[in-house]
C-alpha cells in the first residue's frame, strides 16, 4: 500500500515536471511563414493571429495562437510548428459560401426571414457545425408559424476556387391546424367568455381565409398573457396559465389546451400616494381624494394603471421635471396594499425599445411611428404620441406600452406590445332613398406584406354611374414619416335624366403628405385625366357648348394642420384645411379653393361631441367660359345626410346642375356607452345642414338658397362578420325640388 501510494506520488510529480518545462521552453519568433492559403493572405493571418516576431513563443502561446485562427472560422485545418525561430503555419481553408438556396420555399418574403435566422450568410466561410444549428433554426422558426411537421435537409455542391452552393431541401409539410381549444382547471369563467379573450381560433370550414387557426407558438404566448391580464383584471392576483398542445386526431388538427390556475381572489386593502419632499403635493390632490373609493374593491391592474396614467398626464401638463411613479405591491392574506411612490428625478434616456406581439407586421412599420428613438431622452408626451401615431394605422386591436429599468439607472426600456388583427377587408354597401339605391364593393389591404402599406380596388354601382378605382399608399414611405401614394381611377356617369350630361373620365395620380411644421402638413397631388363630356337635347345653350373631350392636368394641394388626439375615433382635438386645385393644362381652366374643419371635445366617457365644416368655391378662369358642368359643385353624402347625393340646389328645367358654391356644417354628439350590452357598438345623434348654389352662365335660375337641414342617429356596429352601419334621418328644411334619403346602411367582412 505504501508502495503504491509513493509510485503514484513520484508519477504526479514527473507529469508536473514535464508540464512545467513544457510551458517554460519559448523560443523567439523570428521569421513567420504560412502555407496553403489562397483566399486569406498571409498578412490578414499574421493581423488575426495578433503574431509578433523578435517574442518568445511557448506552447501555451502556441495553443492561444491555435484557438484565435481556428475562430476565425476561415479554416478547417491547422498546424503550426516553430523550429530556429521559424513560425510556419500549414492551413486547409474553409469554402466560401458562393449561394444560398431554399428550394421548396416559393415566397421572396419567406427566404429572406430564413436568412434573418441562420447563422451561415452568403460571402463567408462554410462551418459544418454551424449548418446543425441552422438547420434547428430553420425548424424552429416554421414551427413557431404552424408549420410542425418540417423537414429540412441540406447539402454542400462543390464550385471552383473552393467555394460551394449551400442547398437546403425544405418540406413545410402541412400547416397545423387548431382542432379544438379547451380550458381547464380552476377557470372561474365560462368558455365562450374565454375564447372571446384569446386570438387563437379553432379551425372552421368558414375560416377558410383567417389564419389564426392555425398554430402559433408567438400568439400561444400572447394568449396566455391576455388571459392572466383578464384574470388579473378581475382580482386573481396570483393567477397562472400554461398552454400547451398535442396532435388529438389524425387529420382534425392539434387540441389546444389552457390550464388555468386562478388562485385567490384579491381585494385592494388601501391605494395610497407617497409624495417626496421637494414636490407640489398639492398638485396631486384631485389624484389621491378618488383613491380611498378603491378600497375593499377587487384588485385590477387597470385601475392603478389609470392612476398612473393621471399622474404622468399631470406631470406633462404642469411641465415639471420627470417623474417616476413606483409602484409597491404588498400581499396580505386576501388583501394587496398598493402604495405609489412619488419622486423627482433626473433626466432619463431611452437605453432599448422592444417590440412585442406582431407575427405578420415588420418592426419597422411600428418603429417608423415612433417619436422617439433609442438614445433620446425619455419623454412621456412623445410616447403617448407614438402610441396614437401607432393606433392611426388601423392595424392593430390592443397596443400596450411598458417603461422598464435600464442597465443603467438614467435608462430606459421601452416595450411596446401589438395585437395585431384582419387587415384585409372585403366590402359592400348600399343607400335607399326614394330615388332608388346605390351598390358597390371591393377590396381593402391595410398591412400588405406586413409593411403597412395599404391597397384599395373597388367598384361602385348606381342608376346613373359606374367607377372603379384602384390606390396604393404607403403611410410611411422609406421611414421617412412621409406618405406617398398612386391612384388609377375610371368614371362613367350618367346623369342624362336628372342632370343633364353624361361623363366618362379616366386617369391618375401621384401625390405624397409631408409635415411642414409641427402639426401643420402639406399635402400635393399632380393629377391628368381625360374626360368625355356630353348633355342632353333638352339642354340650354350654354350647357351644350361643354360639349367635347377635355385633356386636363392640374395640381391640387392641401395644407392641414391636425391637433386631434388620434385619427381614428379621435376624442379631442381639431383638424383644419385648406385645399386648393390649379390648373397647369386645360381646355376649360376653373379655380377651386376650399375649407375643412372638424372638432371634438369629450364632455364625458358617455358624451363625446363634434362638428363639422365643409366649403367650396369654385371660378371659372376664363373670361368666355362658364365652370365645366362635371366640375360644379355639390355636398357629399357624408356631410348632409338625408338627402340624396347632389339632388339638392339650383335645378335647370329638371336637371341638378349643382353650384359655384357650397357650405355644409354638422353637429355630432357621440354616445359610446348607450348600448352596454351591445360591444363594439356606438350610436351617435346628429344634426346637419348645408346649402348650394351660384350659376355663371343664367341668372335667371332658381338658385333655391333656402338652407337645407336634417337631423337623425346612426350606428356603427363592429360586428363577427365585419363593420355594420347605417342611419335613420328625417329633413327639417328642404325646397320642393329636393330628393329626400331616410336611410343608409354598409356592410363589410373582414378577413
Do not use: C
Not at 267 to 280: A, P, T
Not at 379 to 400: Q, V
Not at 424 to 430: D, K, L, M, R
Amino acid at each position: 500500500m505504501i508502495f503504491r501510494s509513493m509510485k503514484k506520488a513520484l508519477l504526479q510529480s514527473l507529469f508536473f515536471f514535464i508540464f512545467v518545462i513544457t510551458i517554460s521552453y519559448a523560443e523567439i519568433v523570428k521569421e513567420v511563414k504560412v502555407v496553403g492559403n489562397v483566399r486569406v493572405s498571409s498578412e490578414t493571418i499574421v493581423l488575426f493571429g495578433d503574431i509578433r516576431v523578435n517574442e518568445d513563443y511557448n506552447a501555451q502561446k502556441i495553443n492561444e495562437l491555435s484557438r484565435q485562427l481556428y475562430d476565425t472560422d476561415f479554416f478547417s485545418y491547422l498546424e503550426i510548428n516553430l523550429t530556429n525561430g521559424l513560425l510556419e503555419i500549414s492551413v486547409k481553408e474553409n469554402p466560401i459560401i458562393q449561394s444560398l438556396v431554399f428550394n421548396g420555399i416559393k415566397a421572396k418574403k419567406h427566404k429572406e426571414a430564413i436568412k434573418e435566422v441562420i447563422e451561415l450568410k452568403e460571402k463567408t466561410s462554410y462551418v459544418e457545425n454551424k449548418l446543425i444549428r441552422d438547420i434547428q433554426k430553420i425548424k424552429t422558426a416554421f414551427r413557431n408559424q404552424g408549420f410542425y411537421f418540417i423537414e429540412v435537409e441540406a447539402y454542400a455542391k462543390e464550385n471552383v476556387n473552393n467555394s460551394i452552393d449551400l442547398i437546403y431541401e425544405i418540406n413545410r409539410g402541412k400547416r397545423a391546424k387548431i382542432g379544438k381549444i379547451v380550458f381547464i382547471g380552476d377557470k372561474k369563467f365560462k368558455d365562450g367568455k374565454l375564447r372571446g379573450i384569446i386570438t387563437s381560433e379553432e379551425s372552421k370550414a368558414w375560416k377558410f381565409i383567417s389564419t389564426k387557426k392555425y398554430l402559433n407558438q408567438e400568439r400561444i404566448k400572447l394568449d396566455t398573457r391576455l388571459l392572466e391580464n383578464f384574470y388579473k383584471s378581475k382580482g386573481y392576483y396570483q393567477v397562472k396559465v400554461l398552454a400547451t398542445n398535442i396532435l388529438y386526431e389524425e387529420g382534425e388538427g392539434f387540441l389546444l389546451t389552457y390550464n388555468i390556475d386562478s388562485g385567490k381572489r384579491f381585494r385592494f386593502e388601501d391605494v395610497s400616494l407617497k409624495i417626496s419632499e421637494g414636490l407640489d403635493k398639492s398638485s396631486f390632490v384631485e389624484i389621491a381624494k378618488d383613491l380611498p373609493k378603491l378600497k375593499n374593491k377587487y384588485y385590477s391592474p387597470k385601475k392603478i394603471i389609470k392612476i398612473l396614467d393621471k399622474i404622468n398626464k399631470l406631470t406633462t401638463k404642469k411641465d415639471l421635471q420627470f417623474i417616476n411613479s413606483k409602484l409597491v405591491e404588498t400581499v396580505k392574506n386576501d388583501k394587496i396594499l398598493v402604495t405609489i411612490d412619488v419622486s423627482e428625478g433626473k433626466k432619463y434616456f431611452v437605453e432599448r425599445i422592444n417590440i412585442i406581439g406582431n407575427t405578420v407586421t415588420e418592426d419597422n412599420v411600428i418603429r417608423g411611428e415612433l417619436e422617439v428613438d433609442e438614445g433620446d431622452p425619455y419623454s412621456l408626451l412623445l410616447l403617448d404620441k407614438s402610441i396614437n401615431n401607432i393606433k392611426s394605422r388601423n392595424i392593430f386591436g390592443k397596443i400596450n406600452k411598458n417603461i422598464y429599468e435600464g442597465s443603467s439607472p438614467d435608462l430606459k426600456v421601452i416595450t411596446i406590445e401589438v395585437e395585431e388583427r384582419a387587415t384585409g377587408e372585403i366590402f359592400a354597401g348600399a343607400g335607399v332613398g326614394t330615388s332608388g339605391g346605390t351598390v358597390g364593393g371591393g377590396v381593402k389591404e391595410n398591412n400588405f406584406l406586413g409593411r403597412g402599406v395599404k391597397l384599395d380596388a373597388n367598384i361602385q354601382f348606381s342608376e346613373t354611374a359606374i367607377r372603379g378605382k384602384f390606390s396604393v399608399v404607403n403611410p410611411n414611405y422609406n421611414y421617412s414619416g412621409n406618405e406617398i401614394r398612386f391612384t388609377a381611377e375610371s368614371t362613367r356617369t350618367s346623369k342624362m335624366t336628372t342632370f343633364g350630361y353624361d361623363s366618362s373620365k379616366t386617369g391618375f395620380s401621384l401625390g405624397t403628405t409631408f409635415e411642414q411644421y409641427e402639426d401643420i402638413f402639406i399635402s400635393p397631388d399632380l393629377s391628368t385625366y381625360y374626360e368625355s363630356l356630353s348633355t342632353n337635347d333638352n339642354a340650354s345653350e350654354a350647357l351644350k357648348q361643354q360639349e367635347g373631350t377635355y385633356i386636363d392636368t392640374e395640381l391640387r394641394y392641401s395644407v392641414i394642420q391636425d391637433k386631434r388626439d388620434q385619427s381614428f375615433k379621435p376624442t379631442e382635438g381639431y383638424r383644419a384645411s385648406f385645399n386648393q386645385k390649379l390648373p397647369l393644362y386645360s381646355e376649360s381652366p376653373s379655380l377651386i379653393n376650399g375649407i375643412d374643419y372638424s372638432a371634438y371635445h369629450s364632455f364625458s366617457d358617455n358624451f363625446i361631441g363634434s362638428l363639422r365644416f365643409h366649403g367650396r368655391a369654385i371660378n371659372s378662369l376664363s373670361s368666355s367660359e362658364d365652370v365645366k358642368l362635371s366640375e360644379r359643385l355639390s355636398i357629399p353624402g357624408r356631410y348632409l345626410r338625408g338627402f340624396e347625393v347632389g339632388k339638392i340646389g339650383p335645378v335647370d328645367a329638371s336637371d341638378y346642375i349643382g353650384g359655384n358654391y357650397v357650405t355644409a356644417l354638422g353637429f355630432n354628439a357621440a354616445l359610446p356607452k348607450l348600448l352596454p350590452n351591445l360591444t363594439n357598438a356606438d350610436v351617435s345623434l346628429f344634426l346637419d345642414t348645408g346649402n348650394v348654389w351660384g350659376i355663371d352662365y343664367d341668372t335667371n335660375i332658381d338658385e333655391s338658397n333656402k338652407l337645407r337641414s336634417a337631423f337623425g342617429v346612426s350606428v356603427d356596429w363592429f360586428t363577427p362578420i365585419g363593420p355594420l352601419s347605417f342611419s335613420f334621418s328625417e329633413a327639417i328644411t328642404s325646397a320642393s325640388t329636393d330628393k329626400p334619403e331616410s336611410f343608409r346602411f354598409n356592410i363589410g367582412t373582414t378577413f
